[in-house]
């Protein structure tokens, strides 16, 4: 009988499962929003992956926990933070990586790992969103566009604005500024990714800025963004079309290291959050 | 009784007389005077009878009773900014509630000395105090302290200071200067002192029978209150047979000490309990902190003495932690870090206080990258309950200490 396991990712705004065969493929795959119920968007996600590999739910043999939902899955046998799963998952992904940026819903994450994919070094945006994937989200939604289209129409701008304020309560406000002002949006949305790429950058800083550089979370989709941090680092970085699915990968690849009879850093008791 | 409820019990004792004391002051027609804890010369107040409190005490112990909250919005009902130090807002707040404290009443100061300049914030905070009170502020000059020391001048010129401030002590409560009587409660304070060295000292064992950060913080609280009084060498002389009584059991703050590690920054008091539940749950055991020597950097050499009083208050006034250059300050980290044997620096940065947050992410830079000492920098507020993300704090936490296990896990 073949092997499986999976890495369930319940974030703040999407929920992502991963089934990884005994090989380290992928089996199969879901992603959804993770709107109230953590329980149901986990449940649900993990019986889409299951489907999509065509497998049955008790052939998966241990399923590792990430994400700030990670302690609320209910089929979770252990957890491992996001920090740790995304630092695996983009080293598997993109070997040569010694440094991740991940812009999720509410975090960004600079991370640095050694050649093992270890982590050696995190830092993260502080408690409000500013700069995050949260914010994007709410300038499209000001602008009346998909949040697809912000990227794409970013690289358009003939005079990127210099916005300093990436405040997520105040994006309305700030935008609308612009607009009054006649700048146009596409002029106003490279401003607005320079100004996130900007503070991201000023994170990976803090941890070493060592390429190879690999771009992880939802974020990472946004052609604008890849374009905004490159252009500030001066430095290509890497993408992968999986990028949302970095962290399940990471939790699924130390399911599969757990499965394999290896060790796995025991999650401490659970004291309730 | 066993030896750890004798100490719990005296302490618990000595606050309440205290407290007491503060509630009675109205009647009783002691002077009461307001100081800071940093450095602070409560030996010479002691002198002439004045009642001490400390508003930085009293802020802490609304956050910990959950009252800070409450209190911080009735400072900012007023005008005071969000970005104002959560003590002063608390103590701002404990004025405007009739100074109703969890422990009863507090009494209005007569004289507010300002013992500590290096904190920009404690001056205006008592320039305020006696703005609204109309009680007498005196202002020590303390000078900055750029290498260990402090210079011949230097203990000069904090003397001619305490000689102006033992003047107006004297003319407030009426009381005569007795400089005999100053020996008397400096060797109090040094006998103290010279305990609580010992029991940071124990935290050196494997396991430390004792958590030099979250534990600490209660430990010292005779040596910040009490300093100068029998009850409080008393307290410690207890304290230190209770640790040495642990030791010799193996017995520690945590099941099975799985990491050693130096704390920076004061605790988040609103939700201390669960800060403190982050770590535990992994094992962790702090073995020194910086913030259990912001009442006297006594582990350091600094001592009351009865031989020199006054220039041993000036001395100690100038050797409070946060009155130490970041280059001083750094040192210290790492002789703990060696000394006390950690695995990690935890460096808990107080969003509403610079005299602690500045030079912290320097810390972190110096020490991660450059010396290769695993280190976590994780941010709140020592008041402000508004600024604690439990799911974030515990994210990095749980990042931290789970690639540490990891490293020990492959041998790295």
Redesign the interface.
Known sequence: MRTYVAGADVGSTTAKVVILDGEGDIAGTSLGPTGASIVEAAQRRFQEAVKAAGIDEHEVEFVVGTG?GRFKIPFGHTQ?????CHARGAHHLFPGTRTIVDIGGQ?TKAISV?E?G???????N??CAAGTGRFLESAALTLGLPLEEIGPVSLRAARPLRITNVCTVFVESEIMSHMMKGETVEDILRGVHNAIAGRSISLLR?V?INPEISFTGGVSRNVGMVRALEDQLGLRVNVSPLSQFIGAIGAALFALERARGG?L?A?????G? | MSDEDAGKALQKRLLGEYYQSLGDAGRSGQKVAYLFVPGNVVELLRCFDMLPVYPEINALQCGIKKMAGDLILRAENIGYSSDVCGYVKNDIGLMLSDRQSPFGPLPKPDLLVCNYSGCNTFVKWFEALAHFYGAELFVLDIPYLRERGPSTADIEYVVAQLEELADVCARTSGVPFDRERLKRVTSLSYAAEKLWVDVLHAARSRPSPFDAYFEAVFYMAPLNILRGTEGCVEYYRLLLEELVSRQKEGRGPVPEEKFRVVVEGPPPWPHFRSFW?LFK???VCAVASTYSKVGGLFDQGVFHDPAQPMESIARYAMNSYTNWNLGLRLDLLRQYLREYEADALIIHSVKSCRSFSVGQ?DF??VL??EEGVP?L?V?SDLADPR?Y????L???I??????L???R??G?
């Open positions: 700030y491992v933070t996001e920090i740790s975090d050694n093992l270890d982590v050696a070094d995190f830092c993260m502080d408690k803090r070493g060790k850093v999650a401490p008791v659970e004291g959050t | 539940e749950r992994w094992g992410a972190r830079d991660a990258k280190t920098m941010e600024y993300s439990e799911a974030q515990k994210n990095r749980d990042a931290f200490f789970e690639s296990a990891h490293r896990l492959v790295g």
